[in-house]
């Protein structure tokens, strides 16, 4: 099934994500560090889904912020969201990997679980170089990822609110992953888990430079609502990494 199929169907679900304690307590409060203040700068949120981070940092005072995603039902959810609450935020269906061009480049380009959707190295760096034309020179790009260490015999991340498991396919970027968000009902979602090298040579190639990964971190609010103890397996096999480089 394809991410646009996959996403389709998940739709609004995808909101309750942010509410399960891997989200709130550790992925979105690095994300939101590592990109840090966006006042006054335009933000092209890339697999946007229902509008999150675009939301997020229209509140934080970017001046103009466009999320795009290639399934229309995530669309939907988000341009829903925003006409309930209106920040300014556009929206619009499109695929990263034949991304149209725009009249203005942005300063700030955020890729979150983008690149596990290429099913090859080629559509991987088309990707990058697609993102890489659509920021300013020196702008940056932050990308939120599989980690390409997670060991899925360690720890698992179960107890945050996600499961991991491999389906036993493979395709040319690294292994095909099962992803379980433990709503109630679960939802599940297939996607690629890029090797480190494939992540480090497809930006280069695009013309990024300064590519830095950063670990997730759990927030101090993490730490008072569980417990420093709750946390030892994500530390021990953290299931996501990110990614900042410059344009």
């Known amino acids: 099934m394809s991410a646009r199929q996959q996403y389709d169907e998940i ?81 619009e269906v499109g695929d990263v990997s034949e991304l149209r061009a725009f009249e203005q480049r942005f300063d700030v380009g955020l890729a979150v679980q983008l690149l596990s959707y290429a099913p090859d190295i080629a559509t991987t760096e088309r990707m990058c170089r697609n993102v890489h034309r659509s920021l300013r020179p020196g702008g940056e790009l932050f990308v939120l990822n599989q980690s390409p260490d997670f060991r899925f015999d360690g720890p698992s991340p179960d107890k945050y609110g996600f499961r991991s498991e491999l389906t036993g396919e493979e395709v040319e970027t690294g292994p095909q992953v099962r992803i379980t968000a433990l709503l109630d009902p679960p939802v599940s979602f297939v996607a690629n888990r890029p090797r480190r090298e494939v992540y480090d040579t497809c930006l280069k190639a695009a013309g990024f430079s300064e590519v830095t990964w950063v670990p997730v971190e759990v927030s101090e609010a993490g730490v008072r609502a569980f417990g420093a103890d709750h946390w030892a397996d994500l530390h021990a096999n953290p299931p996501l990494e990110m990614l900042r480089c410059r344009a």
């Open 11 to 91: 739709g609004e679900a995808y909101e309750g994500f942010k509410a399960l304690p891997l989200e709130q307590y550790a992925v979105v409060p690095s994300f939101l560090a590592m990109v840090g203040d966006v006042s006054w700068k335009s933000v092209l949120d890339l697999a946007s889904g229902t509008g999150f981070y675009s939301r997020e940092f229209g509140r934080r005072g970017a001046t103009d912020v466009l999320g795009i995603d290639i399934s229309g039902e995530m669309v939907a959810v988000a341009q829903q969201l925003e006409a309930a609450d209106p920040l300014g935020v556009r929206y």
